[in-house]
């Protein structure tokens, strides 16, 4: 583990005393379960804003290819080696 120092305002850190001591775990490891939760949180809406805006741009242009969904990464890879 990486040691780092942080500051916290006082109201921050007497509710983690407090949680620390009624969940019998210490305030590292509900930091270190805190930053989890924010990087899992912060990944799922990174990725749901990525596949929202994908969809954004289905179907806003003619190409003429029938097999286009089923085909897509052929084309994809053609466009972007041309």
């Given at each position: 583990m990486i040691r780092t120092q942080i500051q916290l305002t006082e109201k921050?850190?007497?509710a983690l005393k407090k949680l620390s001591s009624e969940k019998d775990v210490s305030i590292s490891e509900?930091?270190?379960?805190?930053?989890?939760l924010?990087?899992?949180?912060?990944?799922?809406?990174?990725n749901e804003l990525?596949?929202?805006n994908a969809l954004k741009l289905s179907g806003l242009?003619?190409?003429?290819?029938?097999?286009?969904?089923?085909h897509h990464d052929y084309y994809i890879y053609e466009d972007n080696n041309k």
């Open positions: 921050q850190a007497e509900l930091i270190r379960r805190g930053v989890d924010l990087l899992k949180t912060d990944l799922i809406s990174n990525k596949k929202k242009h003619k190409t003429g290819c029938k097999n286009l969904s089923t």
